[in-house]
């Protein structure tokens, strides 16, 4: 076989395997006018222009998010729900209406199912805290992926070891794909939850999620979807899944960090305990007895992170303009690009070659650490993440220490794609 004859037929088949997300036209995509919205993308780093390929630890934030934020701080910045002065009320209302944003963003029934937290990993202790530690007992089962963050693993285990349950893992494919096959053999009538990825950090899967909620639900079993890669990147409608619980960051999704949301069925919130007690979490305190607060208030103790959450509305009212299915269609048309592109060079292997796949692209170069990729793309002014992306074990299950990994947003360009291609073949010929 002739030298660069085997990345061919690699690319093609990766390439091919890629379902496209469809419709829109990808080339309606004004992206010189996207990038304007986004003044960080503007400069320099390292002597050259900034590409910044690390949008799934955390994405950039557009001058309207900026806005709404400076707009708050200069104008309305109060305390939230407790004042009846003129400020109270306006942060109030502000920030509650982001709580409506939001509620419309995933499509929830109600405001009220929309719990503000810090981030998606809040999010998940919460529910671990309220549900898991008042429902799962001993000999129970949480079943979780192999493909999980950190974030989606520890909690469970931490709940397991106090409680006495086991944890239980849907394996994976070599292309980083669940075996739905084994999900459906773990459900049984021990299964008290099931906490799963919808698009994985580390590979870029996106899960059949629909299906295997369906699945948990004829055991009665209720689930959590980390949402902390989807909802940045795909529409979402918690109604139109079920799911039970859906949580994701601000920060990943073009709001400032301390800013998340776990969504959850009233019905589930109403029953659950609260995850941290303290003020305007309650209807009365007496030292005899505490009465809680109704939802969403009851999971929200102490003064909020109210900024960052109105910016996490300004958000979404900037991906509502924007549009997200075309931004969407956009990211995949560059993620298809960049998979031709990699997979062409020789050495590169790509790591996650699921066939639906979403924004992020993760790569190992033989005989090169990530960790030197990522320093020689960073002389170059190219901002991938290198390491274990808080998914120890994907690495574990691919048998490598560390991936390097660009993630893509609708502000990224071809033209980008080009420059960390030809950064990597100059990586290669360094270390080769
Ligand atoms: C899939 C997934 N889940 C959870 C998290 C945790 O998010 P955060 O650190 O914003 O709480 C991340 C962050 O990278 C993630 O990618």
Not at 141 to 147: F, Y
Request: glycine share 8%.
């Amino acid at each position: 076989m002739k030298r660069g004859q085997g990345a061919d037929l690699r690319m093609a088949t990766i390439v091919e395997q890629l379902v496209p997300i469809k419709p829109k036209p990808a080339d309606v995509w004004d992206v010189e006018r996207i990038r304007k919205d986004f003044p960080v993308l503007s400069q320099t780093v390292n002597g050259r222009p900034l590409v910044y390929l690390d949008n799934a630890a955390s994405s950039q934030v557009p001058v309207m998010v900026i806005e709404r934020g400076s707009q708050y701080l200069q104008q309305e910045h109060s305390n939230i729900h407790r004042g009846v002065h003129y400020l109270s009320m306006k942060a109030t209302t502000a920030y509650e209406g982001a709580r409506e944003k939001v509620k419309r963003f995933i499509s929830a029934r109600e405001a009220k199912e929309c719990i503000f937290v810090r981030g998606a990993t809040e999010g998940i202790n919460l529910v671990m805290h309220g549900y898991g530690r008042k429902f799962i007992g001993v000999g129970d089962e949480i079943i979780i992926s192999a493909m999980e963050h950190h974030a989606n693993i520890v909690p469970w285990q931490m709940l397991c070891e106090e409680k006495g349950a086991r944890l239980r893992v849907i394996p994976m494919n070599d292309a980083g794909e669940l075996l739905l096959d084994e999900y459906d053999a773990l459900l049984n009538e021990k299964t008290k939850l099931v906490a799963i990825t919808h698009v994985s950090n580390a590979l870029g899967t996106v899960n059949p999620i629909k299906g295997m909620i369906d699945s948990a639900h004829k055991y009665g079993v209720p689930v959590l979807i980390d949402g902390a890669q989807s909802a940045p990147h795909m529409p979402i409608d918690v109604q139109d899944l079920d799911c039970d619980f859906y949580a994701f960051s601000g920060h990943k999704m073009f709001a400032p960090t301390g800013s998340g949301v776990v969504y959850g069925k009233a019905s589930l919130l109403e029953r659950m305990n609260p995850f941290q007690g303290g003020g305007d979490m309650i209807k009365s305190v007496t030292f005899e007895k505490t009465i809680y607060a109704d939802l969403p208030n009851k999971f929200e103790a102490g003064t909020p992170a109210i900024a960052s959450q109105i910016g996490l509305g300004a958000a979404i009212d900037y991906l509502n303009i924007i549009g997200r299915e075309k931004a969407a269609a956009y990211e995949h048309e560059l993620l298809r690009y960049a998979t031709e592109r990699l997979s062409a060079i020789e050495g590169v292997r790509i790591i996650g070659t699921a066939r639906e796949k979403l924004s992020v692209l993760s790569f190992v170069i033989d005989s090169v650490h990530p960790h030197d990729i990522g320093t020689i793309l960073d002389q170059q002014g190219i901002a991938v993440r290198a390491g274990h992306h808080c998914a120890q074990p994907v690495m574990k299950r691919f048998n490598i220490p560390a991936t390097a990994r660009a993630s893509f947003a609708f502000y990224n360009t071809k033209e980008e794609v080009d420059q960390l291609a030809q950064a990597i073949e100059k990586v290669i010929e360094v270390f080769g």
